[in-house]
């Protein structure tokens, strides 16, 4: 069984940076995809980024392209988001979850019966 944890998430002023941890057991990354996405109160989750070792594929969703850098390393089984010049629309709880690994080229789609992780609190103010 896939188990996914989050950490790094802070309370950060605008244009602040913060470097979010996914930590994986249970599976060999190599064979998977991992999708970042996040929940503000009263709005739908939405994805963020993910990355594929399926293909090499990597996706970003338009708010975040140029400030988020996602990134992996196979050995610990760990998947990163780099998040730069974050602004207040960036808050929200952001989750990590098994994604799709052929579908990662467009778009981050959490695989039906996947694992989630709990969630790392990211709040961004003046």
């Known amino acids: 069984e896939v188990q996914l944890v989050e950490s790094g998430g802070d309370l950060v002023q605008i244009g602040g940076s913060l470097r979010l941890s996914c930590a994986a057991s249970g599976f060999s990354f190599d064979d998977y995809a991992i999708g970042w996405f996040r929940q503000a109160p009263g709005k739908e989750r939405e994805e963020v980024s993910c990355?594929?070792?399926?293909?090499?594929?990597?996706y970003y969703t338009d708010s975040v392209k140029g400030r988020f850098t996602i990134s992996s390393d196979n050995a610990k089984n760990m998947v990163y988001l780099q998040m730069n010049s974050l602004k207040p629309e960036d808050t929200a709880v952001y989750f990590c979850?098994?994604?799709?690994?052929?579908?990662?080229?467009?778009?981050?789609?959490?695989?039906?019966?996947?694992?989630w992780g709990q969630g790392t609190q990211v709040t961004v103010s003046s």
């Open positions: 990355i594929s070792k399926y293909d090499g594929s990597i």
């Open positions: 979850a098994d994604v799709s690994a052929t579908l990662v080229r467009v778009g981050c789609h959490p695989t039906l019966g996947g694992s």
